[in-house]
């Protein structure tokens, strides 16, 4: 259980499900061990969480079957982030959202050849459904995209804090776009993923533990929280602690109602709980 007691209802914004019965896209950057529904629901009951959004890994692709399948596992207490193409037809959209899914990722680390000046349109279509756009891309792609991801017609959730480059993340001009967006209301960020990016490493990641306050301190109305279970690549040697990273939250947010507004209040808004 983590250090401090979990408000009703705190979520998880940020997870993924693997299962090998399912094929890997082919220009999948790896292939993930399992980890199945019931091995997330037993990580969710250890840490007092009550609702869960799982995020299309790019193992899978625009396949969402596997992400559509553990949706109906989960039932109303989950939401599903999806990975589409940008001609997807507008009914595949409403069987998504029927089914749970409030987001579209885009990975611009990839190379897939998705650009930030494609994703306009399609924040174009999927904003009025009450989607966002969830964006995975380092700080310079961050910055060198500020004018598209400033001016999209749906809300972005930038994910894993922006990955931005230690040692003086706060100093890049991604971290800039980051604060824009959060400033005026366009956008969240997750503090999700610090042990992929600290270079310190557990218990308390402190590094980039600096990057987490920045943002609490600045935006307190700008924030989720994910774990990134099961933690399947990073720069860390062990797996990571999924208790200890839900209690740097008590460090990074110390106040209990602002832990309850980026666990419950925010969740809510952003994914139509």
Same mark, same amino acid.
């Given at each position: 259980?983590?250090?401090?007691?979990?408000?009703?209802?705190a979520?998880?914004?940020?997870?993924h499900?693997?299962?090998?019965?399912?094929?890997?896209?082919?220009?999948?950057?790896?292939?993930?061990?399992?980890?199945?529904?019931?091995?997330y629901?037993?990580?969710?009951?250890?840490?007092?969480?009550?609702?869960?959004?799982?995020?299309?890994?790019?193992?899978?692709?625009?396949?969402?079957?596997?992400?559509?399948?553990?949706?109906?596992?989960?039932?109303?207490?989950?939401?599903?982030?999806?990975?589409?193409?940008?001609?997807?037809?507008?009914?595949?959209?409403?069987?998504?959202?029927?089914?749970?899914?409030?987001?579209?990722?885009?990975?611009?680390?990839?190379?897939?050849?998705?650009?930030?000046?494609?994703?306009?349109p399609? @924040?174009? %279509?999927?904003?009025?459904?009450?989607?966002?756009? &969830? !964006?995975? $891309?380092?700080g310079? #792609?961050?910055?060198?995209?500020?004018?598209?991801?400033?001016?999209?017609?749906?809300?972005?959730?930038?994910?894993?804090?922006?990955?931005?480059?230690?040692?003086?993340?706060?100093?890049?001009?991604?971290?800039?776009?980051?604060?824009?967006?959060?400033?005026?209301?366009?956008?969240?960020?997750?503090?999700?993923?610090?042990?992929?990016?600290?270079?310190?490493?557990?218990?308390?990641?402190?590094?980039?533990?600096?990057?987490?306050?920045?943002?609490?301190?600045?935006?307190?109305?700008?924030?989720l929280?994910?774990?990134?279970?099961?933690?399947? @690549?990073? %720069?860390?040697?062990?797996?990571?602690?999924?208790? &200890? !990273?839900? $209690?740097?939250?008590? #460090?990074?947010?110390?106040?209990?109602?602002?832990?309850?507004?980026?666990?419950?209040?925010?969740?809510?808004q952003?994914?139509?709980?």
């Open positions: 259980m983590p250090n401090f007691a979990m408000p009703a209802l979520t998880d914004c940020h997870h499900i693997y299962d090998a019965r399912f094929p890997s896209a082919p220009d999948a950057p790896f292939a993930p061990p399992d980890a199945s529904v019931a091995d629901q037993a990580v969710q009951a250890q840490l007092g969480l009550a609702r869960n959004v799982i995020v299309q890994p790019s193992t899978y692709g625009f396949d969402n079957r596997l992400l559509l399948r553990a949706l109906s596992e989960f039932g109303p207490s989950a939401r599903g982030v999806a990975v589409v193409p940008l001609d997807i037809a507008d009914e595949e959209l409403d069987r998504l959202h029927a089914a749970g899914v409030r987001g579209a990722r885009v990975n611009l680390l990839l190379g897939s050849g998705t650009t930030a000046e494609q994703i306009k399609l @924040a174009r %279509r999927i904003g009025p459904r009450g989607w966002h756009v &969830q !964006l995975v $891309a380092n310079k #792609q961050i910055a060198a995209q500020r004018n598209v991801l400033t001016s999209l017609e749906a809300p972005l959730v930038v994910d894993h804090m922006g990955l931005l480059p230690l040692p003086f993340p706060m100093e890049h001009p991604g971290f800039a776009v980051i604060a824009d967006l959060l400033s005026t209301g366009r956008g969240w960020v997750k503090l999700s993923g610090v042990c992929n990016l600290s270079e310190v490493g557990p218990p308390y990641y402190s590094d980039y533990s600096e990057v987490a306050r920045a943002l609490v301190a600045a935006f307190p109305h700008g924030l929280w994910g774990s990134d279970w099961p933690h399947v @690549a990073g %720069r860390f040697t062990h797996k990571p602690d999924d208790a &200890q !990273l839900l $209690a740097l939250l008590a #460090q990074w947010c110390p106040e209990e109602r602002l832990r309850e507004r980026v666990l419950v209040d925010h969740p809510a952003v994914y139509g709980f």
